[in-house]
């Protein structure tokens, strides 16, 4: 007989227009890692926040049972007290506090009145010895890279018992090595009895962690699968996912690629924004032709972003040294709108942070990089622009009812499809696109790869920086590998592998 | 048939949304009018109502266009009013120049105020408050040094003409009625029927998206009918003051940049994301320096309508006008994050706040109880807007 730690009943939950949630009803074990998959917008979210309260009882028909009691969670607070705690995709953590002032906020050791400091101290680095993170608890959480963050959410999620632990795409912004750091401390917990639920995008992370995997699409339960012992693979979950078998997760081309250069760097190095004496881009030398797709892989934090962005205008980073030559001829970029002016587009990582104005329509955004398209002695055409906007949103696909709509209302995918609309507005020559598939799910992601492969057949160039490797060897003509802020090897995508591209990284590491 | 009314229900939500603050201004008068037996509606305390918040009208706009690059606000405009006018004093009453010469030399000034301002706040980055916190006491300063804690009065009349009079054209205007006034309004109309009516048409023949013609008709009636209601009370007065004409101007010339010129729009996605903005090419150092040069510009013209308005400079003049400016553009719609408001619901801001302050002294408020009335509702507009928005963030969730 199994034992259930949860059981969520018909769950069905509204809103105004939409029924996210339709009759879910979803098990879990005790002592499990089940993991949660669909696509985005599927309902995946919206269930994890039924479960934790933050939609109060009432809120939703249906039931929830947990360690076989009816529960009526009305806030946060009381499905922590049983034990349940989710880690959002968004860490929410405070970047100047420190370590352990994060891991007991609003759960301080010690009276009301006196916090404990010792036992806080104390206690923290315990916590952080059991997740595997080497840092004293007095460290500013803004100091660590985000993989650790990670780790501290979930240290800090121990410190609450959990019982029942909730990651929201827990995975999405670390690097290969970071993530597997992470499942493996999850199959740690496993065996200590704690439950797991795991919602993510990267499927052959579910297919080497999950025991149990439920598909949810358009807000219902597809199927659960058991892939107890690893029986389960990326190619059954997408068919559970998409409803279709996925024949090639990326769209065939043909090799374009010309003998014409187009970019040209020599000898690039870069300082750090703001620590002037950390290199963070170490003597790169790069080419990149017409028609061609090339790949940076890399671990994040190898330089990658910096590199492309101390390009595009000097965007980033101090005493920037090399050449730049664009079609041959050396040039000096010394701001954004130079660089756009030779015809250089850079599409941020950070969509939301960097790439788009979220509190405008879609029609401001598509724009903005180069108003002058549609604008007279400065005078905007708002029906031009408006037309424009049309144009480039149907061309992409943006599933919106109008331009007019506000971006910061939009899907993932879509706001990243906006964000190409604003770039291909600009008609670049070189695109450089940095993580351009970033927490969107598969559907959307295959339509971005066809929007690449369209734009190398105009005889546009594509940079493309990818933390995912099958990405990159799916999609580029040739790949360099970043580490630490070099170039560490250069390979044709037909004779590249995982491995190689691997083996290049670690090379270094161990000579550092 | 439900169907049909859940539709119009939802349309008249989404109109009283749209213009809630066009629909308090209407409750507030009319509570005013009731109140005070219909003496906020004589001829003359309309009148008063445009002479009294002129400048209130012209900070607004500058200060909106500091609000826009990232809800940041100048505290310094009303030092700056009490500054140029005192220099304006100087140059016109004691030493005695050429009355146009000193104007120039005195939006100079608020230019070079702007510049010195905008300079730190724009290229060096220092917090804008901090920035205008210092200007509103060293400008506040240097007028009172300037005036040695004098009032200097004896403007020329040919100086206070430009602000102060009214449109006088003998023929028109003899008479108890002021018809150039009422021609004024005619002509107004007159305009914006045929320019919404040509863009109308324009945008049919390209083809593009047009607004429904009922929509159409009845907001030109609306508008029209509130104008010529306007222009007939004042024509019963003293006819059109030039102020209006000034104000009109202004509030003209700042609409066109803001909705249709690439130079206001950068503002709007300076205040949305300014790093989206930075690599879209844009040079957002430059906007933030023109918005702080801009908002002196303008509160150097208002030192000019309020030197004209009072006959004098005074050393207290301008005290708490950076309020007046900045509640405004909160009550027009103008978001505390930047990136979202409107010339026009700015204007609406600063004539509600007018209204408020002309129908409170007409009904005899104690004035210390005025200030916790246009507190309140600066917060309760605030308030509504969070609010407000919150919900559509939700229920589009």
């Known amino acids: 007989m199994s034992d259930h730690i949860l059981e969520m009943r018909h769950i069905t939950k509204e809103f105004p227009g939409v029924k996210a949630l339709d009759d879910v009803s979803f098990e879990v074990q005790r002592g499990e890692i089940h993991a949660l998959v669909g696509e985005n917008g599927a309902g995946k979210s919206t269930l994890m926040n039924v479960l934790s309260g933050i939609y109060p009882f009432g809120s939703y028909t249906g039931e929830i049972l947990y360690n076989g009691k009816l529960c009526h969670f009305q806030k946060i607070r009381d499905s922590e007290s049983g034990g349940i705690v989710i880690i959002h995709q968004e860490l929410a953590l405070v970047p100047y506090l420190s370590i352990a002032e994060n891991m007991f906020l609003g759960n301080e050791r010690g009276s009301a009145m006196s916090i404990n400091w010792n036992e806080t101290y104390a206690k923290a680095d315990e916590l952080l010895a059991v997740v595997g993170l080497k840092e004293s608890s007095h460290t500013l959480i803004k100091d660590i890279g985000i993989g650790k963050q990670q780790l501290v959410e979930i240290a800090k999620a121990l410190s609450k018992n959990v019982q029942l632990l909730i990651l929201d795409e827990p995975t999405a912004s670390l690097n290969e090595g970071d993530s597997m750091k992470l499942l493996n401390l999850l199959k740690e917990f496993k065996k200590k009895g704690v439950t797991s639920i795991i919602i993510s995008h990267k499927l052959n992370e579910i297919a080497y962690v999950a025991d149990q995997i439920t598909i949810i699409r358009d807000g219902a339960v597809i199927e659960t699968l058991d892939s107890t012992g690893g029986t389960v693979d990326e190619g059954r979950i997408i068919r559970g996912m998409v409803g279709r078998e996925l024949t090639s997760r990326f769209p065939k081309r043909e090799s374009n690629v010309q003998d014409e250069v187009v970019l040209e760097v020599d000898h690039w190095s870069v300082q750090h924004a703001l620590y002037s004496d950390r290199t963070v881009v170490d003597d790169v030398s790069f080419k990149l032709k017409k028609g061609e797709v090339v790949g940076i892989a890399g671990l994040m934090g190898a330089g990658r972003t910096e590199f492309a962005m101390s390009i595009f205008g000097r965007s980033y980073g101090n005493d920037i040294r090399g050449t730049l030559k664009i079609n041959g001829k050396e040039v000096v970029l010394s701001n954004e709108r130079d660089a756009i002016k030779h015809g250089l587009a850079y599409v941020t990582e950070d969509r939301k942070g960097n790439g788009?104005?979220?509190?405008?329509?879609?029609?401001?955004?598509?724009?903005?990089?180069?108003?002058?398209?549609?604008?007279?002695?400065?005078?905007?055409?708002?029906?031009?622009?408006?037309?424009?906007?049309?144009?480039?949103k149907e061309k992409l696909g943006v599933k919106s009812p109008s331009v007019e709509q506000i971006v910061g209302n939009l899907s993932g995918g879509n706001q990243q499809k906006v964000l190409l609309a604003k770039w291909m507005f600009a008609e670049p020559d070189i695109m450089i696109l940095d993580e351009p598939t970033r927490g969107i799910d598969v559907g959307a992601k295959y339509e971005i790869y066809c929007i690449i492969n369209d734009l190398v057949a105009a005889g546009k160039s594509v940079i493309m920086i990818s933390s995912e490797m099958p990405e990159v060897l799916g999609m580029c003509d040739r790949i360099y590998v970043m580490s630490q802020g070099q170039i560490v090897g250069e390979m044709d995508a037909k004779s590249a592998t995982q491995e190689r591209i691997m083996s290049s990284i670690l090379s270094v590491n161990k000579g550092a | 048939m439900s169907s049909k009314n859940t539709i119009l229900l939802e349309k008249t939500k989404a109109f009283l949304l749209k213009n809630t603050m066009v629909i308090a201004l209407v409750l507030v008068y009319l509570f005013f009018v009731i109140r005070s037996e219909g003496r906020m509606f004589l001829p003359q305390n309309i009148n008063n109502l445009i002479m009294q918040n002129s400048y209130v009208v012209i900070l607004a706009v500058g200060m909106l266009l500091c609000i826009l690059t990232g809800g940041n606000i100048d505290l310094s405009v009303g030092a700056t009013v009490c500054l140029v006018g005192a220099i304006a004093g100087v140059l016109m009453v004691n030493l005695g120049w050429n009355i146009y010469i000193s104007m120039i030399i005195c939006l100079l000034v608020g230019v070079a105020i702007g510049a010195w301002q905008g300079f730190w706040i724009a290229y060096v980055r220092i917090p804008p408050f901090i920035v205008t916190l210092a200007g509103m006491l060293l400008f506040r300063g240097l007028a009172q040094a300037i005036l040695g804690g004098t009032t200097i009065s004896g403007f020329s009349d040919s100086y206070?003409?430009?602000?102060?009079?009214?449109?006088?054209?003998?023929?028109?205007?003899?008479?108890?009625?002021?018809?150039?006034?009422?021609?004024?309004?005619?002509?107004?109309?007159?305009?914006f029927i045929v320019a919404t009516i040509a863009t109308n048409v324009n945008k049919k023949r390209k083809g593009y998206e047009v607004a429904k013609p009922a929509s159409l008709y009845t907001k030109i009636v609306l508008l029209c009918g509130i104008v010529m209601l306007l222009m007939y009370k004042l024509s019963l007065y003293k006819g059109v003051p030039y102020i209006l004409l000034w104000l009109i101007l202004i509030v003209a010339i700042y609409t066109y940049i803001t909705a249709k010129t690439t130079f206001g729009r950068h503002f709007y996605a300076l205040g949305g994301n300014e790093k989206a903005t930075k690599l879209s090419g844009i040079n957002t150092n430059n906007i933030f320096f023109s918005a702080y040069v801009n908002v002196s510009?303008?509160?150097?013209?208002?030192?000019?309508?309020?030197?004209?308005?009072?006959?004098?400079?005074?050393?207290?003049?301008?005290?708490?006008?950076?309020?007046?400016?900045?509640?405004?553009?909160?009550?027009?719609?103008?978001?505390?994050?930047?990136?979202?408001?409107?010339?026009?619901?700015?204007?609406?801001?600063?004539?509600?706040?007018?209204?408020?302050?002309?129908?409170?002294?007409?009904?005899?408020?104690?004035?210390?109880?005025?200030?916790?009335?246009?507190?309140?509702?600066?917060?309760?507009?605030?308030?509504?807007?969070?609010?407000?928005?919150?919900?559509?963030?939700?229920?589009?969730?």
Do not use: W
Request: proline residues 2%; contains cysteine.
């Open chain 1, 356 to 392: 788009l104005i979220l509190s405008n329509p879609i029609r401001v955004n598509t724009t903005l990089a180069r108003l002058d398209k549609v604008s007279h002695h400065h005078v905007i055409d708002l029906d031009l622009e408006y037309n424009v906007s049309v144009n480039m």
């Open chain 2, 160 to 191: 206070l003409a430009i602000f102060n009079n009214y449109v006088n054209i003998p023929a028109l205007d003899s008479g108890v009625v002021k018809y150039s006034c009422l021609i004024f309004g005619v002509i107004c109309c007159a305009i």
């Open chain 2, 297 to 397: 510009f303008l509160s150097a013209f208002a030192a000019l309508v309020v030197a004209a308005r009072f006959t004098s400079a005074n050393p207290a003049a301008g005290t708490n006008y950076e309020l007046d400016a900045i509640g405004s553009c909160f009550i027009g719609g103008a978001s505390a994050y930047g990136g979202i408001g409107k010339v026009s619901g700015v204007v609406v801001g600063a004539v509600l706040m007018g209204v408020l302050n002309l129908g409170m002294n007409i009904i005899g408020v104690d004035s210390n109880f005025q200030k916790v009335v246009k507190g309140l509702v600066l917060l309760a507009a605030v308030i509504f807007d969070v609010v407000s928005k919150r919900r559509a963030i939700k229920s589009l969730a």
